[in-house]
């Protein structure tokens, strides 16, 4: 049946409307379409290649070389070495039980070490490089070189690694580096990328740690090309970084390599000051530690050696350790009343052997007395009992203002770890720390070195120096960076009137010179380098007075901590001081402990080498010659990298 004309034109107009609708919306999709190719094309084509170039290329630090440390003569005494390890890459090795066993044909492989290296190949990429051994020999590393296409997936590498190559002689001084970690990332609010590098190194301890920022440097960059999941394709460009400063010290590494000897295994320190900047030209702590141990992580049984070494061979006694000063203590004391104008040089002071304060007895440690002591007397022969009656006279705030002047209870601008500010007492302190009240006996025993005070080695030696010149002296133990000298530390003047400092130093000078004084048997008899010094015995139990009816209990039959600390401090030459020196023996039963390494310290430096014999008294010369030829057969020499004590 024929549709009649009418519905078929009707049709048509429905399905012509229907094809426009449809041909608009495509040519709306086409429109939009190649609008939006075209803002992505043009308008966003810079942020499209930036990010795919950030797929494609990939930017890679490049650890700096760590700055090296001299010591003021040039001697290295931190350097950087080569370090050769082997590195696996889990993907190009295959079978890594295979190539494992094949490299350790070839190399003394360390099985903790190869479970280590297991452990972290199964938790990284597979592309990524993880070492199997670290600081073999050159040797190991030709031998791999050579075996190459026998080993897949396995590098032989090199790179730099810290070494200290005087060992244990600056260890508490210069310290030593390790790996990165969490503790040391939890210091930075937004820690540098660098410090996540794997295995990146930094100061631990010591100058290493107090001056990390001028000697770690700025790191280099690389640009390598990537693929989709990140393996290397190949290197671009590369950048490289800047080194770390080069760092120069005061301490003579000659004279620091003979204090350790002569110290040997005591619990001891010494310090030796230059007078006119302030350097420090030793700082030997004893015992000591080979630093290279802590480069790569010391092993449980090596830090358990340490640890458990009841002489602390880990602890910096320098700068760390607080002393009670005992009678160095009273140059602070008798310069305190001189300059308050309480006592003058001429007046004496009778000692019976002890003095009654507050109905309590406070001993002298000559138990029969000194008789009639004056000023010079009193230092010459250490009367306690001349200082009591000065306490009593001077009291306790113009005691410690004189001891803070001296450098005493401060804490002195070093880069070493733990420098402590020790304790110079006052009424103030007790009542805030004790809360209690200060009382006479508090003064007595402070001002014999007893009691609350407390010094470091440092300090002593600061104070010694002080009293050598008049100046307010300060250590100085930077001597350049990268080559710009580091300002003088010699200090203005105390303002202490000069007449007072002479009659101190002249009493330091009978201390050692006069047959009467406390260090002569420790003195040197060379006219140019005479020694002016003070003995000091600082007590760590307390002696009762059944103990001192019956007879005090000599050092010698103590137990070893029960026994008296010794100290010395001196400078030298005594009419032209150039060094101070201060010594503590810790428990070394008194002062005539200290007093023979400081003179020995004191003409090694002032000589700048093993002296003449016919610098120690007559009666010595033998001893001394055969301690000489121990000491330079002792002394250790620079290690090699790779090189350490067992």
Known sequence: MRRPPKDTLESARKIS?????????????????????RHMQVDQADQ??????????????????????????????????????????????????????????LVDLDPEEVERARAEMKRSAPFLPVTVADRVSWEDISRVAVNGPALPG???????????????????????????????LAHYADPPPLLRIPRFQIGKVGVETKLEEVLRGKAGAKRVEVNAVGRVMRELDRREGTSGATVQLTIDSQLQNYTAARLGEESASVVVLDLEHGDVLAACSSPS??????VRG?????????????????????????????????????????????????ETVWCPGYLEVSGRRFHCWKRAGHGHMNLEKSLRESCDVYYYDLAIKVGIEKIAEMARRLGLGEVHDLPMSAVTKGLVPDK??????????????????????????????????????????????????????????????????????????????KAMFEVSNNRRGTAYRYRSVAEDVRIAGK???????????????????????????????????????AEAPRIAVATVVEHGGGSGAAAPIGRDVTLQALYGGDPPLDAYPSADRGRIKTQ??????????????????A
């Open 154 to 184: 396995v590098t032989p590498e090199v790179g730099l690694s810290r070494h200290y190559p005087l060992r244990h002689d600056l260890a508490h001084v210069v310290g030593y580096v390790g790996p990165v970690s969490e503790r040391d």
């Open 17 to 37: 409307r229907r094809g426009l609708v449809v041909a608009g919306l495509q040519a709306g999709f086409v429109g939009l379409l190649g609008w939006r190719m």
């Open 535 to 573: 003995t000091g015995t600082s007590q760590v139990r307390n002696i009762t007075a059944a103990e001192r009816a019956r007879g005090v209990t000599r050092n010698e039959d103590l137990p070893w901590e029960r026994r008296d600390h010794g100290l010395f401090v001196n400078f030298a030459p």
């Open 289 to 294: 530690y080979d630093p290279n141990k802590f």
């Open 428 to 505: 103030n302190w007790k009542f805030v720390n004790r809360g209690a009240d200060w009382v006479v006996g508090d003064t007595v025993n402070a001002v014999i070195g007893q009691g609350f005070v407390l010094t470091s080695p440092l300090q002593l030696a600061v104070m010694t120096a002080r009293l050598a010149t008049g100046r307010s002296v300060a250590p100085r133990l930077i001597k350049r960076i990268d080559g710009v000298e580091e300002p003088s530390r010699g200090g203005e003047s105390l303002g202490i009137n000069e007449n007072h400092l002479r009659q101190i130093r």
């Open 48 to 105: 499209f290649r930036f990010l795919a170039e950030e797929n494609r290329i990939n930017i890679r630090l490049i650890p700096p070389a760590r700055g090296e440390i001299f010591d003021r003569n040039g001697v290295a005494v931190a350097a950087n070495a080569p370090a050769y390890r082997i590195t696996m890459v889990r993907e190009d090795a295959g079978d890594i039980d295979a190539v494992l066993d094949s490299l350790g044909q």
């Open 298 to 346: 010391i092993s449980v049984a090596d830090y358990s050696v340490l640890r458990e070494n009841d002489h602390r061979p880990l602890a910096s006694k320098i700068v760390q350790d607080a002393y009670p000063p005992g009678s160095t203590f009273k140059m602070a004391a008798a310069l305190a009343a001189m300059e308050a104008g309480l006592i003058t040089p001429t």
């Open 628 to 645: 000489q030829e121990r000491l330079a057969r002792e002394r250790r020499t620079p290690a090699a990298p790779g090189q350490e004590e």
